[in-house]
């Protein structure tokens, strides 16, 4: 773990949320937020640690769009984005009402109260449990769900989900926070509480390094190992580099097992979601939130 890279990575990602918040309006394309968020973060310096997700209404998590997507931004819109420097990480996500919509702002303030909540409470040692006992109960305080099957996780080098998970939910296991780097996200739903797989999303992650037969194939893996190592990448990355032939080859390697597609996630009852989150950096003499 390198602690100075760890924060430079957070001050990144807090410089590009802070752009990504004047970015944001209705109707613009989802496509020219993402890439606007991805230059931005290599301009100040760091890497895309994820492909920026884009996720409205009752979307949960996981839509990045592809090379031609046409969505337009509406609703209730998650912005999720994170960033590293070799491999050290800091991830941060917000929440935006681009509809005046009452229930969405009441949403999106429970989900920012719950992670408010939990960063005045965090230190070393305290037990994950509590962690989710306090989202879920600000959560419950405003009439809404916490969603109980998403939840915060630990960070390593090259490693986004590293895993140990943060709940949303009292768990009531026996787990304490220990010196390291956490991602800290509430997911607040006026729905079941729980997501479920959607559509292939065209986000993926090398999963086996096992060389398949085609050349072309093994020439964007050998890329993608290259470029991404175990971090997430997109479809969207691989057209840009590749053209359409870089398509056809990443279906090859998902054949072949060698890539993961994640699901997009989406609430049970079709309800919207809304999501705040914020990277801790547990050291010996302080919590530090890297994404402020």
């Known amino acids: 773990m390198n602690t100075q890279k760890i924060i430079r990575a957070g001050q990144i990602a807090?410089?590009?949320?802070t752009f990504a918040e004047k970015l944001v309006k209705s109707?613009?394309?989802?496509?020219?937020?993402?890439?606007?968020?991805?230059?931005?973060?290599?301009?100040?310096?760091?890497?895309?640690?994820?492909?920026?997700?884009?996720?409205?209404?009752?979307i949960a998590a996981h839509y990045t769009p592809?090379?031609?997507?046409?969505?337009?931004?509406?609703?209730l819109l998650k912005v999720d984005l994170g960033v590293h420097i070799e491999g050290e990480i800091a991830d941060t996500a917000f929440s935006v009402d681009l509809e005046n919509n009452e229930e969405?702002?009441?949403?999106?303030?429970?989900?920012?109260?719950?992670l408010d909540s939990v960063l005045k409470i965090a230190k070393e040692k305290i037990n994950l449990s509590e962690i989710g006992k306090e989202v879920e109960k600000i959560i419950a305080s405003r009439g809404f769900s916490p969603v109980i099957n998403l939840s915060g996780h630990s960070l390593e080098n090259y490693e986004l989900h590293a895993g140990i998970t943060i709940p949303n939910v009292d768990d009531n296991k026996k787990i304490v926070l220990k010196k390291g780097a956490y991602a800290i996200e509430p997911f607040a739903t006026n729905g079941s509480g729980k997501v479920h797989d959607g559509k292939p999303s065209g986000i993926y992650q090398v999963i086996n390094e096992r060389m398949p037969r085609s050349?072309?194939?093994r020439e964007i893996l050998d890329f993608i190992i290259d470029t991404y190592q175990t971090l997430p990448f997109c479809s969207r990355w691989i057209y840009k580099e590749f053209g359409i032939k870089g398509l056809f080859a990443l279906k090859q390697l998902e054949d072949n097992e060698n890539v993961h597609q994640f699901a997009q996630l989406v609430e049970s009852q079709g309800s919207k979601v809304s999501q705040a989150e914020h990277t801790i950096l547990v050291t010996d003499k302080e919590i530090k939130v890297t994404t402020k």
Do not use: C, H, W
Request: glycine share 4%; no cysteine.
């Open 66 to 75: 592809s090379y031609n997507d046409e969505t337009l931004a509406s609703g």
């Open 14 to 17: 807090s410089q590009v949320r």
């Open 27 to 58: 109707n613009m394309p989802l496509l020219e937020i993402a890439e606007k968020i991805e230059s931005k973060i290599v301009e100040l310096g760091g890497e895309p640690a994820f492909p920026t997700n884009l996720s409205i209404n009752e």
């Open 215 to 217: 050349p072309q194939a």
């Open 104 to 114: 969405n702002k009441k949403l999106i303030e429970a989900s920012k109260d719950a």
